[in-house]
């Protein structure tokens, strides 16, 4: 260990008492972050661990002091996999990949580089209880990237490349942005913002941001929401009772710190289309976006979109960051609005041990018995088509 990292010492925080007295802590190292985001706040970390942890989810948050003075937190947790009550593998993630989190990443106010490194020494030598370590989303000149577990023989390490995220630069005007967008793109999008606006219903852009009427605001997204082809699914805002009651909580504390606002297409009959936007520092990060199918001939999720960047156009807001997904290369919204795009890749360490031997044979094993029983059960289907076919 050099010099530097001698002076750096890692705390553990293992118990929700513990998490929830480092927030003043948390917060006020965050407000002095190197690398600013939302994702790494404490209200979205601590909100996710609360409504999305298991029996097998254990908290793992590593502070990183110089002498008293908190200079880093990776905010991770520890996955438990077992059969029978058997521990086969435990695995070091990001709380922040819970509740739609993008792009989780540690807090510090000195270079990554040496924070990361210091977790490293500590999960090298101080911490050894670990089988893997799963960094999702991370950019592709992650400091992570040159760690020693890369040329470690009691460790195996490789990069998987995930999706492209877009952005939209807010700096300068809306006039100035837009003559940068495609001649098709241009006349496409105001053709059908013109069909949709002079509905007879009379159209209207609607920003919902009052801590007093946004819970009622949440309730009219998910109706939207639930109205067309993301109803009761994983990923939606209202397709669980535990992502309700995730998103309430969340929206409910942010709106109180302005940092959310929920943004609509309206008519005099209906909501239209819906949007949940994260606002942090200088950055605006549309989490959640909805519409009903009714409306769909009118492309109402570009149109709101579209709305919504305009409108951050001369405020304090310098990007609109669009929520990143595998697929997003075939994004025609993205690709076409967005004017930066970002790579990403998921890290991977495995300790080569026996725990980790195991698990991944049992995985195989498991994968190979799925293959037989799939081979049975077709030749099975076969032969009793067969026998139909014979019959008279």
């Given at each position: 260990m050099n010099a530097i990292n001698q002076e750096l010492r890692i705390e553990l925080i293992d118990s929700e008492?513990?998490?929830?007295?480092?927030?003043?802590?948390?917060?006020?190292?965050?407000?002095?972050?190197?690398?600013?985001?939302?994702?790494?706040?404490?209200?979205?970390?601590?909100?996710?661990?609360?409504?999305?942890?298991?029996?097998?989810n254990s908290l793992f948050i590593l502070l990183v002091r110089r002498d008293a003075a908190l200079v880093g937190?990776?905010?991770?947790?520890?996955?438990?996999?077992?059969?029978?009550?058997?521990?086969?593998?435990?695995?070091?993630?990001?709380?922040a990949e819970w509740g739609g989190g993008d792009k989780p990443a540690i807090v510090t106010t000195e270079?990554?580089?040496?924070?990361?490194?210091?977790?490293?020494?500590?999960?090298?030598?101080?911490?050894?209880?670990?089988?893997?370590?799963?960094?999702?989303?991370?950019?592709?000149?992650?400091?992570?990237?040159?760690?020693?577990?890369?040329?470690?023989?009691?460790?195996?390490?490789?990069?998987?490349?995930?999706?492209?995220?877009?952005?939209?630069?807010?700096?300068?005007?809306?006039?100035?942005?837009?003559?940068?967008?495609?001649?098709?793109?241009?006349?496409?999008?105001?053709n059908s913002r013109k069909k949709l606006f002079d509905l007879p219903e009379r159209v209207k852009f609607q920003c919902i941001?009052?801590?007093?009427?946004?819970?009622?605001?949440?309730?009219?997204?998910?109706?939207?929401?639930?109205?067309?082809?993301?109803?009761?699914?994983?990923?939606?805002?209202?397709?669980?009772?535990?992502?309700?009651?995730?998103?309430?909580?969340l929206l409910t504390h942010l709106a109180y710190e302005n940092?959310?606002?929920?943004?609509?297409?309206?008519?005099?009959?209906?909501?239209?289309a819906g949007a949940i936007v994260y606002?942090?520092?200088?950055?605006?990060y549309i989490a959640q976006i909805t519409y009903r199918p009714t409306h769909s001939e009118y492309s109402p999720g570009v149109i709101l979109n579209v709305e919504i960047i305009k409108a951050m156009f001369g405020?304090?807001?310098?990007?609109?960051?669009f929520l990143g997904l595998r697929g997003d290369e075939k994004n025609f919204l993205k690709k076409n609005w967005s004017t930066g795009t970002r790579q990403t890749i998921t890290i991977q360490i495995y300790n080569r041990n026996l725990r980790r031997y195991l698990y991944v044979m049992g995985k195989n094993a498991k994968t190979v018995s799925l293959k037989i029983m799939r081979m049975v059960t077709d030749y099975k289907l076969s032969q009793q088509a067969q026998t139909e076919e014979a019959s008279p």
């Open positions: 008492e513990a998490f929830l007295a480092i927030k003043d802590e948390w917060d006020a190292l965050i407000d002095k972050n190197i690398n600013p985001s939302f994702y790494a706040t404490f209200p979205f970390v601590y909100t996710a661990w609360k409504h999305y942890r298991t029996e097998n937190i990776a905010p991770f947790r520890i996955d438990s996999m077992k059969v029978r009550n058997i521990r086969l593998f435990r695995a070091i993630r990001f709380i270079k990554p580089d040496l924070i990361w490194d210091r977790i490293f020494q500590f999960l090298n030598k101080e911490f050894t209880q670990w089988d893997g370590i799963l960094l999702t989303e991370q950019p592709t000149d992650s400091p992570v990237l040159n760690q020693k577990f890369f040329n470690n023989i009691w460790y195996s390490a490789r990069v998987v490349p995930e999706y492209t995220s877009f952005y939209v630069s807010i700096t300068g005007t809306w006039e100035e942005y837009i003559k940068t967008r495609g001649k098709n793109t241009y006349r496409t999008w105001k941001d009052n801590p007093e009427i946004l819970p009622d605001a949440l309730d009219r997204f998910i109706a939207i929401e639930q109205s067309g082809w993301k109803k009761n699914s994983d990923f939606s805002v209202g397709g669980s009772e535990k992502q309700k009651a995730f998103y309430k909580e940092r959310v606002a929920i943004y609509f297409l309206i008519s005099e009959n209906t909501d239209i606002k942090y520092k200088s950055i605006a405020t304090h807001y310098k990007e609109f960051d």
